[in-house]
């Protein structure tokens, strides 16, 4: 499936038409339409609430646009026939407190065996394979028999992320992931994204309010603002994907770049 | 709680309890060592089969108030239609001391097993509807959020995030309603009954002037609310080990 992707180069997510508000507010998208290529690696930027979170959770299904299309891989969002394939990684973890971090790496995989959807319906020891695998590839496997709370943030993060790859999804949709980390945790978990992404070439999607952030994970940078949005504005860093990106010369007047584009935005809303 | 700690505090209160009955000489007050040795008797006897008769009642009420009340409360936890529907009944009744309806309930249900059994179990069912009600509609949407992303449902989500969040809670519901619990069952076996510890110590040795075996029910009884805490405790040990675990960030 992934190797299928990479050579089509086919539209990964694909929003048309896109209108939501919540109730009673204003819209936050208007007939907004936006197109990620399966592989690549996009960061939204913006205000608090610009919507940068709205996007995420109209693309995983959890909220239902009020008109227009949202496809990720073909497929109709929530996607029915491939649960689990867009991989969501929020702020705060979403860790299971009662479950040990290893359970917690294995709960997709899990809850597809509850569906009776897993591929290893009868074969729970290649579940068990997979599980370690991510726990040693997201190097928590020292801490995978702890509880979320008896780990650092960083590890949660970990296994936050472990759990989603499990599931082999085709997108991975990242909410602020880091921001509640410290400098070298937030940077460390940063260059693994990059690392992962590089391994998986995974389409991903990270929404952030960190502009170097921005301008490290993302070659291509939706830039979203306060009120309606109805055209996206992109802003192209291709340089990106490389993990000491962060220390050439380059990065920094990238960074400038958008920095600038960003306070032109909030001239004009304000 | 260890076991050490509970053998230590119980051989304190039975010494003060010993040098009380020494120093007060009182009919009404004999030594542990002649009651604890009629509770012994007793409890291959008649007290035995009273004691189980009240502990059958008690579990069977537990039974049925959790069997009823914790899928009624993740419901109500999950929906906020049905909560915004149920929650004037729940606030109006929860607060009302159930044992004011036994004249009642016993009017209806008779004087046998149905009618005590009835009396606990809404009791519980009240005390553990709400706090799984509420553990239910607590849990934080971002938590709910991830796990549907991992392509869980309604079903998966019950099963893997709202049940596993509730248990504790349930729990520690009936850890503290079970004190409230034995006491309605005391108060509903001191009349119209021929079985129970309650009427064992009001009709069969209180009325007759037996205070030793009295006390020996007394004894009894407090057995019954121990044997009950522990049963919870290990319930608690059993299904939510995560409790025990103490915080020790690592880095």
Not at chain 1, 136 to 152: A, T
Not at chain 2, 83 to 89: E, G, V
């Amino acid at each position: 499936m992934r190797r299928a992707c990479q050579q089509q180069r086919h539209i990964m997510i694909d929003i048309n038409g896109l209108t939501f508000a919540y109730t009673d507010k204003t819209p936050i998208f208007h007939d907004f339409s936006w197109h990620v290529t399966a592989g690549e690696s996009w960061a939204v930027i913006g205000p608090s609430g610009c919507g940068k979170s709205t996007l995420l959770y109209l693309i995983a299904g959890l909220l239902r646009p009020r008109q227009g299309h949202i496809r990720v891989a073909r497929e109709n969002v929530p996607r029915k026939a491939h649960r689990g394939r867009t991989g969501l990684i929020l702020q705060d973890y979403g860790l299971l407190p009662w479950a040990t971090i290893r359970e917690n790496v294995a709960l997709g995989l899990r809850i597809q065996r509850f569906y009776k959807q897993s591929r290893w319906q009868d074969k729970p020891d290649k579940v068990t394979q997979q599980v370690e695998r991510w726990l040693q590839r997201l190097g928590i496997s020292e801490v995978s028999s702890h509880y979320p709370n008896q780990v650092s943030g960083g590890q949660r993060q970990r296994a936050a992320i472990a759990r989603t790859l499990a599931l082999q999804p085709d997108v991975l949709l990242m909410d602020e992931p880091f921001s509640s980390l410290d400098a070298l945790t937030r940077e460390n978990l940063q260059r693994l994204t990059l690392e992962l992404w590089q391994e998986t070439q995974l389409t991903t999607v990270l929404v952030t309010h960190n502009i170097e952030e921005a301008i490290y994970i993302g070659q291509h940078i939706l830039v979203l603002h306060n009120g309606i949005n109805s055209k996206p504005l992109v802003f192209a860093n291709s340089d990106a994907g490389q993990t000491n990106y962060r220390r050439e010369a380059h990065f920094l007047a990238q960074c400038n770049a958008l920095r600038r584009i960003l306070q032109e935005q909030q001239h004009e809303t304000a | 709680m260890k076991r050490r700690d509970i053998a230590i505090a119980t051989t304190i209160i039975i010494v003060i309890w010993e040098l009380l009955a020494i120093l007060l000489k009182l009919t009404v007050l004999p030594a542990p060592g002649v009651v604890l040795l009629t509770f012994a008797r007793g409890m291959i006897g008649s007290l035995g089969y009273h004691f189980l008769v009240s502990f059958g009642r008690v579990l069977a009420s537990i039974a049925i108030s959790v069997v009823l009340a914790t899928p009624l409360g993740l419901a109500l936890g999950q929906s906020k239609r049905l909560n915004r529907l149920f929650s004037p009944f729940i606030y109006l009744l929860y607060p009302i001391p159930k044992i004011v309806f036994l004249p009642i309930i016993i009017l209806f249900l008779g004087v046998g097993n149905f009618s005590k059994v009835f009396i606990i179990s809404l009791i519980l069912f009240f005390q553990i509807l709400v706090v799984v009600r509420d553990a239910a509609s607590n849990l934080r949407p971002e938590l709910i959020a991830s796990v549907r992303s991992l392509g869980g449902g309604r079903r998966a989500l019950l099963r893997f995030v709202y049940l596993p969040a509730c248990l504790p809670a349930a729990l520690t519901a009936l850890r503290v309603s079970i004190g409230t619990a034995v006491a309605v069952l005391f108060f509903a076996e001191s009349f119209a009954t021929t079985s129970g510890l309650g009427y064992y110590i009001i009709v069969e040795t209180w009325g007759r002037l037996a205070y030793t075996e009295m006390y020996a029910g007394v004894v009894a009884m407090s057995l019954l609310g121990l044997l009950l805490y522990l049963i919870v405790d290990a319930l608690e040990r059993r299904f939510c080990p995560w409790l025990n675990q103490q915080e020790q960030p690592t880095l």
